[in-house]
């Protein structure tokens, strides 16, 4: 079995277990009922595996969108949900363009360093076991949420301070440029994605969620086949964002510590 049919079956049992494993568990523990639902909004900071290496830098970009979460059990002291979040993401890379004396590289045209990334809009669609330790109705909650995540490509833009004609190839350190005018092939994202957080819950004000994630892409950007240039190309994204939630139902205050 290849590394990708191994990673692709390794998703879709994080897929089962997640629409298994909460239901289950909720026979057992103490029934919730809250659902919620807000927005969100945070910083993401990217790059892109590739094979052949592309040195880079972090890819800097805004992210944000539409939060809900359904609480469906307290089992012992954690409380247990199902979180999704529909999001717009400007993720991309940066690429490092530097020589071999590890000195930015200079174009002979235009006598300024050379600069170049991707810029690119995804519509990013995670889904999460959320567990969480600590106060539900007012206070704090520390958490830990993991899931997959299907992302679906918008736009993109290549950005750069000089003419792909005229680009400094003799002073690179890395000569591969076939990603500056590539376009993107796979148009479907998939991967893994996992954060840790703090909450604080009022029952007049709502739930403020400050969360720190990491997404690890199975998938490749491009066509992965012995015939293509690329054979990796998988996204990786680190995320801080901020959440806010507002109660549609919520289990009665008598029920719930």
Not at 94 to 108: A, H, L, S
Not at 122 to 131: D, E, G, I, S, T
Not at 190 to 213: C, D, F, N, Q, T
Request: hydrophobic share 40%.
């Amino acid at each position: 079995m290849n590394k990708s049919v191994f990673l692709s079956r390794f998703l879709w049992a994080c897929c089962l277990l997640l629409l298994f494993y909460l239901p289950t568990k909720a026979q057992i523990g103490e029934h919730r009922n809250d659902l919620a639902i807000g927005v969100n909004g945070g910083y993401v900071l990217s790059n892109v595996a590739f094979l052949p290496k592309v040195p880079q830098s972090l890819h800097g970009g805004l992210t944000g969108g539409l939060s809900v979460r359904y609480v469906c059990e307290k089992y012992f002291n954690t409380i247990c949900s199902i979180y999704g979040e529909v999001n717009l993401a400007q993720i991309g890379w940066k690429e490092r363009i530097w020589d071999r004396n590890d000195k930015p590289v200079i174009n002979e045209t235009t006598g300024v360093a050379e600069q170049c990334q991707r810029d690119m809009t995804y519509l990013q669609v995670p889904v999460f076991a959320h567990l969480a330790w600590g106060r539900e109705q007012k206070g704090m909650q520390f958490f830990f949420q993991a899931g997959p995540q299907v992302g679906f490509h918008l736009s993109d833009k290549t950005v750069k301070n000089f003419e792909l004609s005229d680009r400094n190839l003799l002073d690179r350190v890395n000569n591969t440029v076939q990603q500056d005018t590539m376009a993107v092939q796979n148009k479907v994202d998939y991967g893994i994605a996992a954060g840790v957080g703090m909450e604080y819950s009022h029952p007049k004000m709502g739930h403020l969620l400050l969360e720190a994630r990491y997404y690890y892409g199975l998938g490749n950007m491009y066509k992965d086949t012995k015939r293509d240039f690329f054979s990796t190309s998988r996204f990786s994204n680190i995320v801080v964002k901020l959440t806010y939630f507002f109660d549609i139902t919520r289990t009665r205050r008598d029920q719930a510590q």
